[in-house]
């Protein structure tokens, strides 16, 4: 069923390409993840000009780093979902809304840290 993955350099090689090509997909198909990446480097600069110790600097840019990899599930969760059922389901949606959701908290958090750390 699953990919053979192999053993030691082999499978860190193969799960890199793999990793690769999910980002490749995620860049070609998923709008909400171009435009979350677009908002990540513009604000990466920023945020290691404002942050002014290495944690705040990790904050700053974990929390972005945090929305990119939540739209990534969410969109993983959304392809599954529609894969498997045409037809309007409510776990299906409920599946597709939580999702959305987690993208949803994940630019809450962003918000929290950059006021947290440039206003107070």
Excluded: Y
Excluded at 70 to 80: L, M
Excluded at 95 to 120: E, P, Q, R, Y
């Amino acid at each position: 069923m699953g990919k053979k993955s192999g053993t030691g350099f082999t499978r860190l090689r193969k799960a890199f390409g793999w990793s690769m090509a999910g980002l490749a997909a995620a860049l070609k198909h998923e709008k909400a993840f171009q435009q979350e990446l677009v908002l990540c480097l513009i604000l990466t600069p920023l945020g290691l000009w404002f942050g002014r110790t290495g944690v705040e600097k990790a904050l700053l840019l974990g929390s972005l780093l945090l929305v990119l990899i939540v739209e990534i599930i969410n969109s993983a969760v959304e392809a599954v979902v529609d894969r498997f059922g045409g037809e309007h389901h409510t776990l299906s949606g409920r599946a597709k809304d939580m999702g959305s959701a987690a993208v949803f908290l994940a630019l809450v958090n962003v918000t929290i840290c950059w006021l947290c750390i440039l206003f107070f």
